[in-house]
């Protein structure tokens, strides 16, 4: 019933930046919380940041200060702003919403490549 469309990755050299975005389709009447979540090759899933309904949010202690977590609730949209990217911040980059009723949902995935 939800359907969500990752944009936005690509390669940058360490120091640049990158804007994710990731938007909702479907039948939805809210979304509750959205975050985006990491994996690297060999490595397991990690959460990136979180960001509740009310604006809460928490992040990953590798990207607090650099990558911030924001959400458009009137275009079921939320976002990452990754500045001064590091090589270790090379990762499949998946989007996850929290749509009631139907249940928790993910993106494709998006390549981020951050070359030394």
């Known amino acids: 019933q939800v359907q969500l469309v990752e944009s936005g990755g690509g390669l940058v050299q360490a120091g640049g930046s990158l804007r994710l975005s990731c938007a909702a389709s479907?039948?939805?009447?809210?979304?509750?919380?959205m975050g985006w979540f990491r994996q690297a090759p060999g490595e397991q899933r990690e959460l990136v940041a979180k960001i509740t309904r009310g604006g809460s949010t928490n992040y990953l202690d590798s990207v607090k200060g650099r990558f911030t977590i924001s959400r458009d609730n009137a275009k079921n949209t939320v976002y990452l702003q990754m500045n001064s990217l590091k090589p270790e911040d090379t990762a499949v980059y998946y989007c996850?919403?929290?749509?009631?009723?139907?249940?928790?949902?993910w993106g494709q995935g998006i390549q981020v490549t951050v070359s030394s």
């Open positions: 479907g039948t939805i009447f809210s979304i509750d919380a």
């Open positions: 996850n919403m929290v749509v009631p009723p139907w249940g928790d949902y």
